[in-house]
Nanobody
Framework: QVLMVESGGGLVQPGGSLKLSCAAPERRFSIESVEWFREASGKERELVAA???????NYAESAKGRFTISRDDTRTTAYLQMNNLQLEDTAKYSC??????????WGRGTQVTVSG
């Protein structure tokens, strides 16, 4: 089973920033589209940001103006830049990437904790 490799989570104070990464293991495939989800304790999973194959992006209202989803030129790594983090952003963040055949690949997630 191919799993995306997520990293970049951690503990940050309110107002701080983190940049999450979502990498195709061993660069096995090209990331055509990617979505970042988050799941906070006791809450339903929420779509935070999405990047389409043509470059279009979509964000949850809570993420607009603070988060930026992107992909590197090799299309093997996707990112979620998160600025001005707030307490309510605390959650486990996961990515789903799709290749040219629209096959989906999940990651195990990376924990983001905003506290201070």
């Amino acid at each position: 089973q191919v799993l995306m490799v997520e990293s970049g989570g951690g503990l940050v104070q309110p107002g701080g920033s983190l940049k999450l990464s979502c990498a195709a293991p061993e660069r096995r495939f090209s990331i055509e589209s990617v979505e970042w989800f988050r799941e906070a304790s006791g809450k339903e999973r929420e779509l935070v940001a999405a990047l389409e194959s043509d470059g279009r992006t979509n964000y949850a209202e809570s993420a607009k103006g603070r988060f930026t989803i992107s992909r590197d030129d090799t299309r093997t790594t996707a990112y979620l830049q998160m600025n001005n983090l707030q307490l309510e952003d605390t959650a486990k963040y996961s990515c789903i990437a799709r290749d040219k055949g629209l096959r989906a690949y999940w990651g195990r997630g990376t924990q983001v904790t905003v506290s201070g």
